[in-house]
């Protein structure tokens, strides 16, 4: 199991990953959480562990895989980000704040990298069908679908899908780019 917030798991498991399959080609960051809350009401650990986990843990990550990427000249970074990391949402400002560190973060990276073969984007989904969203209320799911052109929630496979593509070699010409992929919630 990987604690994306403890260093030493983080090596632990990359030990493991390198023992059993040698170094890493494509990293998807996909860790997250929420904690929830208005800015007046939140409490400082609400904050950290949301940036430790969501913003953090990709900088640890990439970090940690970015040595052999570079001896090869090859290699994909993919963090999944959010949709709010660009609109932004009301009780989420610990969320927001990550989530659109990720997309600087991963803009930053690509500028330094590119040049070694590496690839680093961002795939921001918008609301997805999960476990999360299967627990608004009708009331909460109706304003959300209001929202979303397409009228519907998106499936854990188009995101899967848009991850797949950037992974892929056909996506070796895309660095630095936020994939938006949220029934078109949000348009750039």
């Known amino acids: ?25 494509i990293l998807v960051n996909n860790a997250g959480i929420t904690r929830d809350n208005l800015l007046m009401r939140m409490k400082d650990d609400e904050w950290n562990d949301i ?32 949709v709010v990391g660009t609109m932004g949402n009301a009780g989420q400002t610990n969320y ?3 989530k659109a560190g990720l997309i ?17 984007n961002v795939v921001a989904p918008g609301f997805i069908e999960t476990d999360m969203t299967r627990a608004l209320t009708d009331e909460q799911r109706a304003g959300t679908l209001a929202a979303v ?11 899967a899908s848009a991850v797949a593509f950037l992974a892929s070699d056909e996506a070796g010409y895309i660095t630095g780019e936020t994939l938006h992929v949220n029934g078109g919630m949000y348009m750039v």
């Open 149 to 159: 052109p397409a009228g519907r929630l998106g499936d854990p496979k188009e995101i």
């Open 104 to 120: 600087g973060f991963s803009k930053s990276l690509a500028r330094e990298v590119a040049s070694r073969g590496i690839t680093v």
């Open 1 to 25: 199991m990987l604690n994306v917030t403890d260093p030493a798991s983080i090596e632990s498991v990359l030990e493991k990953i390198r023992a059993e399959f040698g170094e890493v080609d």
């Open 51 to 82: 940036l430790e986990t969501n913003l953090s843990s990709v900088f640890r990550l990439s970090k940690a895989v970015m040595r052999a990427m570079m001896k090869k000249r090859h290699g994909r970074i993919i963090t999944v980000g959010s």
């Open 96 to 98: 927001a704040a990550a």
